[in-house]
Nanobody, 118 residues
């Protein structure tokens, strides 16, 4: 699976941003897709995931309901809608994919930078 992430940028606190991740290379029906992020000097952390078949979602508790993951099966695209952004959301955001029964994400995109100014 090849993953191409896009949509990052520089925004102000309180703004919204939508990230996209286009997947190619194989059928996605038995996969899940996810977003992770890594802030400077910190470990990579899980943000959200979505099961491609059925659309079941999961989120990091720390997001307080501000982010929403979705998928467009016709476009093989997963999106991450980020609202009420905070400076602490500043990070490189990565999309990833895994077989839906696997705890390990085997496929990774290149990352897109999100910077939130105060």
């Amino acid at each position: 699976v090849q993953l191409q992430a896009s949509g990052g940028g520089l925004v102000q606190a309180g703004d919204s941003l939508r990230l996209s991740c286009v997947a190619s290379g194989r059928t996605l029906s038995n996969l899940k897709m996810a977003w992770f992020r890594q802030a400077p000097g910190k470990e990579r952390e899980f943000v959200a995931s979505i099961k491609w078949s059925g659309g079941r979602t999961r989120y990091a508790d720390s997001l307080e309901g501000r982010f929403s993951i979705a998928r467009d099966t016709a476009k093989n695209t997963a999106t991450l809608q980020m609202n009420s952004l905070k400076p602490e959301d500043t990070a490189i955001y990565y999309c990833a994919a895994a077989f839906w029964t696997s705890a390990q994400y085997a496929y990774w995109g290149q990352g897109t930078q999100v910077t939130v100014s105060s």
